[in-house]
Protein backbone atom coordinates (compact mmCIF):
# COMPACT_ATOMS: atom_id res chain seq x y z
CA UNK A 1 0.00 0.00 0.00
CA UNK A 2 1.77 3.38 -1.68
CA UNK A 3 -0.51 5.25 1.08
CA UNK A 4 -2.02 7.38 -2.07
CA UNK A 5 -5.47 7.00 -2.16
CA UNK A 6 -7.73 7.15 -5.03
CA UNK A 7 -11.33 7.35 -5.77
CA UNK A 8 -12.98 5.67 -7.40
CA UNK A 9 -11.46 2.68 -8.91
CA UNK A 10 -13.96 2.29 -11.78
CA UNK A 11 -16.05 4.82 -13.27
CA UNK A 12 -18.25 4.30 -16.57
CA UNK A 13 -19.75 7.00 -17.98
CA UNK A 14 -21.08 8.82 -21.20
CA UNK A 15 -19.63 10.76 -24.24
CA UNK A 16 -20.11 14.56 -23.48
CA UNK A 17 -20.40 13.84 -19.44
CA UNK A 18 -18.23 15.39 -16.69
CA UNK A 19 -16.82 13.61 -14.05
CA UNK A 20 -14.85 14.02 -11.05
CA UNK A 21 -11.78 11.92 -9.96
CA UNK A 22 -10.43 12.12 -6.29
CA UNK A 23 -7.07 11.69 -4.87
CA UNK A 24 -5.68 11.58 -1.00
CA UNK A 25 -2.02 12.33 -1.07
CA UNK A 26 0.32 10.01 1.29
CA UNK A 27 0.64 11.76 4.75
CA UNK A 28 2.59 14.86 4.63
CA UNK A 29 3.26 14.62 0.90
CA UNK A 30 2.87 18.31 -0.06
CA UNK A 31 3.06 17.59 -4.52
CA UNK A 32 0.26 16.10 -6.10
CA UNK A 33 1.10 14.57 -9.76
CA UNK A 34 -1.75 13.34 -12.46
CA UNK A 35 -0.87 10.73 -15.01
CA UNK A 36 -2.82 9.19 -17.69
CA UNK A 37 -2.14 5.47 -18.96
CA UNK A 38 -3.32 4.46 -22.45
CA UNK A 39 -2.60 1.38 -24.39
CA UNK A 40 -1.85 3.77 -27.49
CA UNK A 41 -0.20 6.86 -25.62
CA UNK A 42 1.16 4.86 -22.55
CA UNK A 43 1.92 7.11 -19.38
CA UNK A 44 1.62 11.02 -19.89
CA UNK A 45 2.20 13.10 -17.22
CA UNK A 46 -1.00 15.64 -17.40
CA UNK A 47 -0.07 17.90 -13.93
CA UNK A 48 1.55 18.37 -10.86
CA UNK A 49 0.63 20.19 -7.73
CA UNK A 50 2.75 21.81 -4.93
CA UNK A 51 0.83 23.10 -1.43
CA UNK A 52 -1.90 24.21 -3.70
CA UNK A 53 -0.41 25.47 -6.49
CA UNK A 54 0.49 24.12 -9.98
CA UNK A 55 4.37 23.56 -10.22
CA UNK A 56 4.09 22.11 -13.61
CA UNK A 57 1.92 20.85 -16.57
CA UNK A 58 2.66 18.51 -19.06
CA UNK A 59 0.30 17.12 -21.91
CA UNK A 60 -3.49 18.08 -20.27
CA UNK A 61 -6.12 18.80 -22.85
CA UNK A 62 -8.10 21.69 -22.38
CA UNK A 63 -11.42 20.20 -21.86
CA UNK A 64 -9.49 18.70 -18.07
CA UNK A 65 -8.77 20.68 -15.30
CA UNK A 66 -7.13 20.06 -11.49
CA UNK A 67 -6.61 21.89 -8.50
CA UNK A 68 -5.33 21.30 -4.97
CA UNK A 69 -7.22 21.97 -1.77
CA UNK A 70 -5.95 22.97 1.27
CA UNK A 71 -6.29 19.59 2.69
CA UNK A 72 -3.87 18.84 0.15
CA UNK A 73 -6.43 16.10 -1.73
CA UNK A 74 -6.76 16.90 -5.64
CA UNK A 75 -9.15 16.60 -7.88
CA UNK A 76 -9.04 16.33 -11.35
CA UNK A 77 -11.84 17.20 -13.71
CA UNK A 78 -12.72 15.64 -17.32
CA UNK A 79 -15.19 17.78 -19.04
CA UNK A 80 -16.70 16.68 -22.77
CA UNK A 81 -15.75 13.25 -22.17
CA UNK A 82 -14.63 11.78 -25.59
CA UNK A 83 -14.25 7.88 -26.29
CA UNK A 84 -10.57 8.81 -26.26
CA UNK A 85 -10.79 9.54 -22.84
CA UNK A 86 -11.33 5.95 -21.51
CA UNK A 87 -7.81 5.40 -19.71
CA UNK A 88 -6.23 4.66 -16.02
CA UNK A 89 -5.77 7.77 -14.31
CA UNK A 90 -2.97 7.56 -11.84
CA UNK A 91 -2.48 10.24 -8.91
CA UNK A 92 1.13 10.17 -7.40
CA UNK A 93 2.61 12.44 -4.38
CA UNK A 94 5.75 12.96 -3.13
CA UNK A 95 6.82 14.90 0.16
CA UNK A 96 8.95 17.47 -1.83
CA UNK A 97 8.16 19.04 -5.75
CA UNK A 98 11.79 19.44 -6.66
CA UNK A 99 12.78 17.28 -9.28
CA UNK A 100 14.25 13.78 -8.24
CA UNK A 101 12.24 13.20 -5.66
CA UNK A 102 10.23 9.69 -5.90
CA UNK A 103 6.87 9.67 -6.21
CA UNK A 104 4.40 7.29 -4.69
CA UNK A 105 1.59 6.30 -6.81
CA UNK A 106 -1.80 4.92 -6.22
CA UNK A 107 -3.93 2.28 -7.28
CA UNK A 108 -5.28 4.07 -10.19
CA UNK A 109 -9.05 5.22 -11.62
CA UNK A 110 -10.00 3.40 -14.63
CA UNK A 111 -12.69 5.66 -16.75
CA UNK A 112 -14.86 3.70 -19.52
CA UNK A 113 -16.16 6.83 -21.56
CA UNK A 114 -19.41 4.83 -23.47
CA UNK B 1 12.86 17.32 -25.10
CA UNK B 2 13.70 14.61 -22.26
CA UNK B 3 12.26 10.92 -23.14
CA UNK B 4 13.14 7.15 -22.42
CA UNK B 5 13.39 4.57 -24.58
CA UNK B 6 12.83 1.01 -23.31
CA UNK B 7 13.27 -2.35 -24.75
CA UNK B 8 10.26 -3.59 -26.63
CA UNK B 9 8.02 -6.81 -24.80
CA UNK B 10 6.78 -9.00 -23.81
CA UNK B 11 9.51 -10.67 -22.19
CA UNK B 12 9.23 -14.40 -21.37
CA UNK B 13 11.80 -16.29 -19.50
CA UNK B 14 11.63 -19.62 -17.41
CA UNK B 15 12.39 -19.39 -13.96
CA UNK B 16 16.05 -18.81 -12.50
CA UNK B 17 16.89 -17.52 -15.93
CA UNK B 18 18.81 -14.21 -15.62
CA UNK B 19 17.20 -10.70 -16.86
CA UNK B 20 18.05 -7.21 -18.80
CA UNK B 21 15.82 -4.86 -19.57
CA UNK B 22 16.83 -2.45 -21.29
CA UNK B 23 16.90 1.24 -20.88
CA UNK B 24 18.32 4.64 -22.67
CA UNK B 25 17.20 8.40 -22.12
CA UNK B 26 17.91 11.89 -23.57
CA UNK B 27 17.65 14.37 -21.68
CA UNK B 28 19.09 18.23 -20.54
CA UNK B 29 21.64 17.96 -18.19
CA UNK B 30 21.50 14.99 -15.68
CA UNK B 31 18.16 14.00 -14.60
CA UNK B 32 17.34 11.10 -11.77
CA UNK B 33 16.29 7.50 -13.27
CA UNK B 34 14.17 5.14 -11.85
CA UNK B 35 12.62 1.79 -12.07
CA UNK B 36 9.11 1.33 -11.41
CA UNK B 37 6.74 -1.78 -11.65
CA UNK B 38 3.23 -2.30 -11.69
CA UNK B 39 1.59 -5.62 -10.87
CA UNK B 40 -1.27 -6.54 -12.67
CA UNK B 41 -4.51 -4.35 -11.37
CA UNK B 42 -2.63 -2.05 -9.07
CA UNK B 43 -0.66 1.17 -9.15
CA UNK B 44 2.99 1.59 -9.86
CA UNK B 45 5.45 0.74 -7.29
CA UNK B 46 9.32 1.96 -7.31
CA UNK B 47 11.55 -0.80 -7.57
CA UNK B 48 14.74 1.35 -7.59
CA UNK B 49 16.45 4.73 -8.64
CA UNK B 50 19.88 6.69 -8.81
CA UNK B 51 19.95 10.11 -8.57
CA UNK B 52 23.65 10.68 -10.55
CA UNK B 53 26.02 9.43 -12.56
CA UNK B 54 27.69 6.14 -11.22
CA UNK B 55 24.75 5.55 -8.95
CA UNK B 56 23.91 1.83 -8.58
CA UNK B 57 20.26 1.53 -7.80
CA UNK B 58 18.94 -1.96 -5.82
CA UNK B 59 16.44 -3.73 -4.53
CA UNK B 60 14.55 -7.23 -4.11
CA UNK B 61 17.69 -8.47 -6.29
CA UNK B 62 16.93 -5.94 -9.10
CA UNK B 63 20.28 -3.90 -9.72
CA UNK B 64 20.74 -0.58 -12.41
CA UNK B 65 23.17 1.45 -12.62
CA UNK B 66 23.51 4.99 -14.18
CA UNK B 67 25.58 5.06 -17.13
CA UNK B 68 26.23 8.71 -18.07
CA UNK B 69 28.06 8.00 -21.36
CA UNK B 70 26.02 5.69 -22.90
CA UNK B 71 22.78 7.50 -21.50
CA UNK B 72 21.22 3.65 -19.85
CA UNK B 73 20.02 2.60 -16.79
CA UNK B 74 19.23 -1.14 -17.52
CA UNK B 75 17.52 -2.90 -15.12
CA UNK B 76 18.91 -6.86 -14.31
CA UNK B 77 18.17 -9.66 -11.93
CA UNK B 78 20.26 -12.57 -11.93
CA UNK B 79 17.55 -14.87 -10.92
CA UNK B 80 14.19 -13.97 -11.86
CA UNK B 81 11.00 -15.83 -10.06
CA UNK B 82 7.44 -16.49 -11.12
CA UNK B 83 6.43 -13.20 -8.42
CA UNK B 84 8.17 -10.61 -10.70
CA UNK B 85 5.97 -11.21 -13.39
CA UNK B 86 4.56 -7.71 -14.24
CA UNK B 87 5.47 -4.43 -16.41
CA UNK B 88 8.13 -2.75 -15.69
CA UNK B 89 8.58 1.03 -16.35
CA UNK B 90 11.72 3.13 -16.79
CA UNK B 91 11.45 6.81 -16.62
CA UNK B 92 13.09 10.15 -15.49
CA UNK B 93 12.71 13.04 -13.74
CA UNK B 94 14.24 16.03 -14.95
CA UNK B 95 17.13 18.18 -13.16
CA UNK B 96 15.35 21.57 -13.14
CA UNK B 97 11.63 22.59 -13.11
CA UNK B 98 8.97 20.46 -11.35
CA UNK B 99 9.43 16.69 -10.95
CA UNK B 100 7.32 15.33 -13.30
CA UNK B 101 8.72 11.89 -14.91
CA UNK B 102 8.66 10.87 -18.61
CA UNK B 103 8.16 6.94 -18.53
CA UNK B 104 9.43 4.13 -21.17
CA UNK B 105 6.12 1.99 -22.63
CA UNK B 106 6.87 -0.63 -20.16
CA UNK B 107 8.12 -3.79 -20.45
CA UNK B 108 5.85 -6.92 -19.84
CA UNK B 109 7.58 -9.72 -18.25
CA UNK B 110 5.90 -12.99 -17.36
CA UNK B 111 8.37 -16.03 -15.54
CA UNK B 112 7.16 -19.36 -16.11
CA UNK B 113 8.19 -21.75 -13.62
Known amino acids: DSGVTQTPKHLITATGQRVTLRCSPR?????VYWYQQSLDQGLQFLIQ???????AKGNILERFSAQQFPDLHSELNLSSLELGDSALYFC?????????????FGQGTRLTVV | GDSVTQMEGPVTLSEEAFLTINCTYT??????LFWYVQYPGEGLQLLLK?????DKGSNKGFEATYRKETTSFHLEKGSVQVSDSAVYFC????????????FGTGTSLTVIP
Open chain 1, 27 to 31: SGDLS
Open chain 2, 27 to 32: ATGYPS
Open chain 2, 50 to 54: ATKAD
Open chain 1, 92 to 104: ASSDRGGAGTEAF
Open chain 1, 49 to 55: YYNGEER
Open chain 2, 91 to 102: ALSPRTGGNQFY
